[in-house]
């Protein structure tokens, strides 16, 4: 077959509605079992990141607190969904998580039912299921996450992109769909380009059409708008944060992947306030939710006009991050889920290394399908979203719903087509691509238990946390979190000897973290009996970070013995 040639129709008759059903109960059916293995997991009892700070910004939610005191900062509608959760069940973990592998189920079913109408039964049977054994998307179903509802979403509004003439009332459906999805992934409003081109296709009624699709839209983001406008006196129709990410992605330190503006203070809870904190020093004046937005955008196009070379380099970086078999993690990583799930590990070769490959065959083989061209461009824009600002593997995850119609139809396709030899090129030339081995810092486990041990010093847990450090430091000798959280639960479980090497061991390793470590280790020299010691070190503290709270209210406790 040609490869310009049209595919054939698929035939009529029940057969993707029976299919939908089919990998409807696969998905939930795999994701109840490792819902069930991972009860008890300590990575399913606590709560790390942005987990912690939406539940607890949904629990205040749920006491009363719907309208906030400060532009949004972050995606609004999960914490409001967790709250309403609160409010119906006390406790929102388990229903939200109940409601996510619901979701994901129906998600999988409807993916497969329209990919299988619009190109052919397999090509549906492929798409569904490798969404309902797609390891990461189960991943994120299980946890208190926004990645899998927006996953939930994309995947309704892929369907409706292979819609051959969709209706005025549907169209104000995927406009609904999508407002809510940028409540929850802010980079998702770049869909409204193929959504848009796709309700000027077809049948008169064009006009109607788009502008049920922007209402939808305007559904959801006029009121968000209408209330920052209310707290901050500017109408933002999302957040405030747009300007700090792209700084994240593309200062002068950026190497494509996460990292806080201040070392070790990367939780939702510090970045806000250091954001602003920041900006307003280095301006010299106070400013409002948009104009750090602004300030930190204008910061990172003097870095890129002073080194366009840099940023290009930067952006290829950021091109092979979104490709790369690797699940880049926040603050759990998925490697950790693996290890307390058999269906996780079992799943492991479902990956983005067999997604992008197969679409781009399928998008190849079929380029001249409306459908086909609708989804590529709306993986393309989510891609290129993503790379504009930084990767995380729950940012790539939104990619996947639009890929996978498109990785069923490289299947189907190529069996029928003249050109198998050509596909299985681009089929492999992809996959080395996502294969190639990447130079990513630390180690995902390492990361993850120190991170553990930062909540459970938090909690009061300090022997956990203890176990949990000590566990980084054997798995990644290198990392300063792990050490310095590792001082920290030795100092406060009285071991004030053991806790010196830590500490000493994570000034070393991250220069940032050397006030820090050095206002501990005086408090430690002063419980030790050495007071010229301990003020030794605190003066240090204090040179190295004029103004550290720790190291005064030592020295001021030193001086008052």
């Avoid at 008759?13 to 009860?39: F, I």
């Avoid at 929102?92 to 994901?104: E, K, S």
């Avoid at 399908?369 to 891609?383: E, S, V």
């Avoid at 009996?529 to 003066?539: I, K, V």
Wanted: net charge neutral; charged share 20%; with cysteine.
């Amino acid at each position: 077959m040609p490869v310009d040639a049209p595919l054939p129709a698929p035939p009529a008759g029940p057969r993707p509605g029976r299919d939908a059903l089919w990998v409807a109960g696969l998905a939930l059916l795999v994701r109840l079992l490792a819902l069930l293995e991972l009860r008890g997991s300590v990575w399913n009892e606590v709560l790390l990141g942005d987990a912690r700070h939406f539940l607890e910004w949904g629990e205040r939610i749920a006491a009363g607190d719907w309208l906030g005191s400060e532009v949004f900062y972050q995606a609004p509608l999960y914490p409001y969904l967790l709250g309403l959760l609160t409010r119906l069940f006390d406790s929102a973990q388990l229903p939200v998580q109940l409601l996510q592998i619901g979701l994901a189920a129906l998600a999988a079913g409807v993916l497969t039912r329209a990919t299988g109408r619009a190109f052919a039964p397999l090509a549906g049977r492929v798409a569904g299921t490798l969404l309902a054994l797609y390891g990461p998307a189960i991943a994120y179903d299980l946890q208190v996450e926004k990645t899998s509802l927006a996953v939930s979403l994309s995947a309704l509004l892929a369907a409706w992109l292979l819609e051959s003439a969709p209706s005025t009332r549907r169209t104000f459906g995927a406009g609904v769909t999508l407002g809510a999805l940028v409540l929850l992934r802010e980079n998702a409003l770049v869909l409204l380009v193929p959504l848009a081109l796709a309700s000027l296709a077809g049948a008169p009624g064009r006009a109607r059409r788009l502008t049920a699709l922007l209402g939808g839209v305007a559904l959801w983001l006029v009121p968000v708008g209408l209330r920052n406008q209310a707290l901050g006196g500017v109408f933002l129709p999302t957040t405030s944060n747009a300007g700090v990410n792209f700084f994240i992605g593309n200062g002068p330190d950026a190497d494509g992947l996460y990292q806080p503006l201040v070392a070790g203070r990367g939780h939702p809870d510090h970045e806000r306030e250091d954001a602003t904190r920041l900006a307003r020093e280095l301006s010299g004046r106070a400013l409002a939710p948009h104009e750090v937005s602004a300030f930190w955008f204008a910061r990172s196009r003097q870095g890129i006009a002073a080194d366009p070379a840099r940023f290009l380099a930067l952006l290829g970086r950021k091109a092979l991050l979104l490709c790369n078999v690797t699940e880049i993690m926040d603050a759990v990583a998925f490697e950790v889920f693996q290890d307390e799930s058999r269906v996780l590990r079992l799943l492991s070769w479902f990956s983005f290394a067999l997604v992008l490959p197969l679409a781009l065959v399928g998008s190849w083989l079929a380029r001249a399908r409306p459908g086909a061209r609708r989804l590529a461009l709306a993986a393309g824009l989510l891609g290129l979203s993503v790379v504009a600002f930084f990767v995380v593997a729950r940012f790539r995850l939104g990619l996947v719903p639009f890929l996978l119609p498109l990785a069923g139809l490289g299947v189907s396709a190529a069996r029928a087509s003249a050109q198998k030899g050509a596909a299985l090129g681009v089929f492999l030339a992809t996959a080395l691509v996502c294969l190639w081995p990447l130079d990513l810092p630390g180690d995902p486990r390492a990361t993850s238990h120190a991170n553990l041990a930062s909540e459970l010093l938090r909690r009061g847990d300090l022997v956990g946390a203890e176990q949990a450090a000590a566990r980084a430091t054997e798995l990644d000798p290198v990392s300063p979190e792990a050490a310095f959280n590792h001082g920290l639960a030795l100092r406060h479980l009285r071991r004030e000897r053991e806790a010196l090497a830590p500490f000493e061991r994570a000034a070393a390793l991250e220069p940032s973290y050397e006030a820090d470590c050095l206002a501990e280790i005086g408090a430690i020299r002063a419980a030790l009996g050495d007071p010229d010691g301990a003020r030794e070190a605190l003066t240090r503290a204090l040179q190295r970070r004029p103004g550290h709270p720790e190291a005064e209210r030592y020295l001021q406790a030193l001086d008052a013995r």
